[in-house]
């Protein structure tokens, strides 16, 4: 079993930054690919980023490449999402998400274990 708990959510201004975190427990963390979704009201969660088990891979979503970077410390048992640049259309509950796998997926159904989300408003 994996638990997630994410953090780093909050209020800010277009054009500015946050950087959310997802810490897990358990000892096999390095093992597992770890994903960044989102998901507003009315609409289906979508993909926004993810990361291997080593970090040499990472993946994203084509409206967030060049402004979010995903990344882990494997010592800490913590992914991280920097957000630089944000848009009033980022605005969502942003979910941490672990799959059983080294291998990384842009698919929702293929992560194991999923945090309970953090709210990120972006205003204009």
């Known amino acids: 079993q994996v638990q997630l708990v994410e953090g780093g959510g909050g209020l800010v201004q277009a054009g500015g930054s946050l950087r959310l975190s997802c810490a ?3 000892r096999t ?5 770890m994903g960044w ?5 009315g609409k289906e ?12 891979d990472t993946y994203y979503t084509g409206s ?3 402004r979010f970077t995903i990344s882990r ?4 048992n913590t992914v991280y999402l920097q957000m630089n ?6 605005t969502a509950v942003y979910y941490c998400a672990a799959r ?21 408003t972006v205003s204009s």
Do not use: C, H, M
Request: aromatic fraction near 14%.
């Open 64 to 66: 967030v490449k060049g």
């Open 24 to 26: 897990a427990s358990g």
């Open 85 to 90: 640049s944000l848009k009033p259309e980022d």
């Open 29 to 33: 963390f390095s093992s597992y690919a």
């Open 100 to 120: 059983s796998s080294s291998v990384v997926s842009v698919l929702e159904g293929r992560y194991d274990y999923w945090g309970q989300g953090t709210q990120v």
């Open 45 to 56: 969660r979508e993909f926004v980023a993810a990361i291997s088990w080593s970090g040499g």
């Open 37 to 41: 979704f989102r998901q507003v009201p």
């Open 73 to 76: 410390d494997n010592a800490k």
